[in-house]
Each structure stands twice: as C-alpha cells, then as structure tokens.
C-alpha cells in the first residue's frame, strides 16, 4: 500500500492545491475499507464518503451539491464547508469543515462520474462483480434493509448506464484473502500493466 501512496503523492494536484482520487464500485465492493487503507498509507488523508452527500431522495442527485459545496472552495485553495445526511433521521447533520490537504480521498459509488472525472488526479476501480458486491452489501445491512436494497440497486443500474466509471478507471483494484491487487485500467497512462500484491490480511468489507 506505501508503493501506492507514493506514487499518488507524487502526482500534480488536480483540485487548486489538492490531489483528489476517486475509489468507485459498485455498492458492497470494499470501497470504504481500501480507502481506510490507503488513506492512513498517506499518513492520515481526510477522505469524503459520498454517502455522506447522497440522500434517500437523491442516491445519485447530488452533484450541484457537491460543486457548490466541496469542489469550487477546494479548487479556490478555500476550505470546503459541507452537511453529512444522516441516514437514520433522514436529514443533514451539523456543518464540516474540510481544510485543503495534499491529497483528498473520494470513495462511494459515483466517484468517477463525470462531474468530477475532470478533478481527479487519478481514479481507481474496485474490481469486485456486481452480484458479489451486492450480496456482501444485503448481508451487511440486514433484512430490514432489503426494500432499500431493491431501490438501490435500479437506481446503480440506472447510473452507471449513463455515466460509468471503469471505462474511465486508471486502476483496477481486486481483493483477495491476502491483500489488494492492483493493476492498470483502461485509462491507466503506464505503458505495461502491473500487478502489486500486499500480503497483510485485511477485512472483506
């Protein structure tokens, strides 16, 4: 993971003085666990849940939301200032503040959209199949979620017919029993694709 955090610390910012990176996939794909990993491999980089901008409302309506109130301050060297949605009281929570930091972390369905594709520094995949991840994601929420499930997954489905993701991704990222793999995506702008194996065990959420 310390080979890859410096290969993106090393990269031009993208957002004013910031290097923003997408983590996309589908839901249940391991996105917030890789980007809990990474991010302290970047010696602690604040990272931005998008289902903390997303709403029972708007699972993928957000996107003016989240230029007003991330993208143009940050892009302005400016703190961005921002409401996380509460899921369970179904309304935004107090205020945060996020200060502009050498690299920002963007995981959650979406993140490789073309609103921000333009803004990113680098994107990466979570090379996990649709079916599999949205088990892992029903088995993790519970019967009780299942109806929010069913939503959910037309409204993915929805989105990604119209603005993928990994057509664009500059990395593919898979998950194994030992580690992560990564290799080069479509987008990816290294000549051979390589492959990197971290042999810690990390959680499969």
């Known amino acids: ?8 610390s090393g990269l031009p910012p993208s957002l004013g003085p910031v290097r923003l990176i997408g983590i996309d996939g589908h839901a249940g794909s ?10 302290a491999a970047l010696g602690g980089a604040p990272v931005l849940h998008l289902d903390d901008v997303a709403t029972h409302e708007e699972l993928f309506d957000w996107p003016e939301r989240l230029r007003a109130q ?5 892009a302005a060297g ?16 107090p205020e945060r503040v996020l ?18 594709r333009p803004h990113l520094a ?6 996990t199949p649709r079916a599999q991840s949205w088990g892992r994601g029903r088995h993790r929420d519970g019967r009780e979620l299942s109806d929010f499930w069913d939503g959910w997954e037309r409204a993915e489905l929805a989105h990604f017919s119209d603005d993928p993701s990994r057509p664009f991704a500059d990395t593919l990222v898979r998950q194994s029993s030992t ?8 987008a990816g702008t290294t000549g051979q694709p390589s492959s990197v ?3 810690n065990e990390l959680p499969r959420a």
């Open 122 to 127: 680098r994107l990466l995949w979570m090379e």
């Open 99 to 116: 200060e502009p930091a050498p690299v920002l972390l963007v995981e959650g369905v979406g993140a490789g959209r073309r609103l921000l």
């Open 70 to 74: 991330v993208l143009e301050p940050l």
């Open 179 to 186: 580690g992560y793999e990564w290799t080069s995506g479509t």
């Open 78 to 93: 400016r703190a961005a200032r921002w409401a996380p949605y509460d899921w369970v009281e179904r309304r935004f929570g």
């Open 197 to 199: 194996t971290e042999g």
């Open 30 to 39: 391991g996105k917030s666990t890789f980007a809990g990993h990474l991010a």
């Open 1 to 8: 993971m310390e080979r890859l955090a410096h290969e993106i």
